[in-house]
């Protein structure tokens, strides 16, 4: 999918930008700590879960891109604390990355554009 780009003499040029998305498994290793009063406790626990993602990458000059990319993980919740409290605690956690990046492409087999 692309994205048309126009420049200064008014044509626009289609085959510098491209727009992309993915998704997929995700897991976090997770740890809930507490201490306090001479003690301290640790639980942790393996998070499975999904994430989807999507960006726009720009050739803004030749071998050179400019990318910006947005992502979101859900990874679902656990119990914590069980032998503690009956039912425990339900922690669960998401997250939004914002990533943005300049690459360089090497030419090693042939035209960029």
């Not at 048309?4 to 998305?21: E, L, P």
Request: aromatic share 18%; with cysteine; glycine share 16%.
């Amino acid at each position: 999918m692309f994205i048309r780009q126009c420049h200064r003499s008014r044509r626009c040029d289609i085959r510098r930008s491209a727009f992309y998305a993915k998704g997929g498994y995700a897991w976090a290793d997770d740890r809930f700590s507490i201490a306090g009063l001479g003690g301290s406790f640790s639980e942790s626990k393996v998070l499975s879960g999904w994430t989807v993602s999507a960006g726009v990458e720009y050739m803004f000059a030749p071998n050179w891109s400019l990318k910006g990319e947005y992502m979101y993980a859900d990874y679902g919740g656990e119990r914590y604390l069980t032998a503690f409290a009956s039912g425990g605690l339900e922690l669960g956690a998401t997250t939004h990355t914002v990533k943005g990046g300049i690459n360089y492409h090497f030419n090693w087999g042939g035209s960029n554009f």
